[in-house]
T-cell receptor
Framework: NAGVTQTPKFQVLKTGQSMTLQCAQDMNHNSMYWYRQDPGMGLRLIYYSASEGTTDKGEVPNGYNVSRLNKREFSLRLESAAPSQTSVYFC?????WGAGDIQYFGAGTRLSVL | DQQVKQNSPSLSVQEGRISILNCDYTNSMFDYFLWYKKYPAEGPTFLISISSIKDKNEDGRFTVFLNKSAKHLSLHIVPSQPGDSAVYFCAAFNSGTYKYIFGTGTRLKVLA
């Protein structure tokens, strides 16, 4: 039972490079999310997809794009990486979008931008 | 503007004693609250939740208390065990914006 799988686990980029973080869930969940975690800042929502075919901005969307490829997969793209995007990125999913819907998280991607 | 605050970055407790983790919020539109636990190199996992229509919810060794007038919630762990050593995040759901806001986390260390 894999749950939420994120790839890669670690990545080092140079400023200006692009990359895509992959996320897949096998729980048939409708909603998916991308967060970043920075020291002293908690988890901040970058983008979310309330259901297949929809995506919306969260608290800190600048510099990112997302694609809800299908119900299982939700990718996060950095078009031109900046040092400020050095962070740990978490993908999550939940059965639905609303109060009381528990989010299930992947193990995270640790990204360093030099 | 941190709407959900966990003012204690860290907490150390002896095994067998009570751990109390606190969370304060500023927005009265928050009406559902959750606690997540996070171990190193893993993603957060759900622990316990509470609706704003309740003031207490209990699940085994874990109890969450909500004081709406003070905009304060707390997580009690009794008795604390070394395996409880982790970072704990509170999260609040805003029915107005339909989004969760996470706190900054408290690192709990339970000493054997």
């Amino acid at each position: 039972n894999a749950g939420v799988t994120q790839t890669p686990k670690f990545q080092v980029l140079k400023t200006g490079q692009s990359m895509t973080l992959q996320c897949a869930q096998d729980m048939n969940h409708n909603s998916m999310y991308w967060y970043r975690q920075d020291p002293g800042m908690g988890l901040r929502l970058i983008y979310y997809s309330a259901s297949e075919g929809t995506t919306d901005k969260g608290e800190v969307p600048n510099g990112y794009n997302v694609s809800r490829l299908n119900k299982r997969e939700f990718s996060l793209r950095l078009e031109s990486a900046a040092p400020s995007q050095t962070s740990v990125y978490f993908c999550a999913s939940s059965e639905a979008w609303g109060a009381g819907d528990i989010q299930y998280f992947g193990a995270g991607t640790r990204l360093s931008v030099l | 503007d941190q709407q959900v605050k966990q003012n204690s970055p860290s907490l150390s407790v002896q095994e067998g004693r009570i751990s109390i983790l606190n969370c304060d919020y500023t927005n009265s539109m928050f009406d559902y609250f959750l606690w997540y636990k996070k171990y190193p190199a893993e993603g957060p996992t759900f622990l316990i939740s509470i609706s704003s229509i309740k003031d207490k919810n209990e699940d085994g060794r874990f109890t969450v208390f909500l004081n709406k007038s003070a905009k304060h919630l707390s997580l009690h762990i009794v008795p604390s065990q070394p395996g409880d050593s982790a970072v704990y995040f509170c999260a609040a759901f805003n029915s107005g914006t339909y989004k969760y806001i996470f706190g900054t986390g408290t690192r709990l260390k339970v000493l054997a």
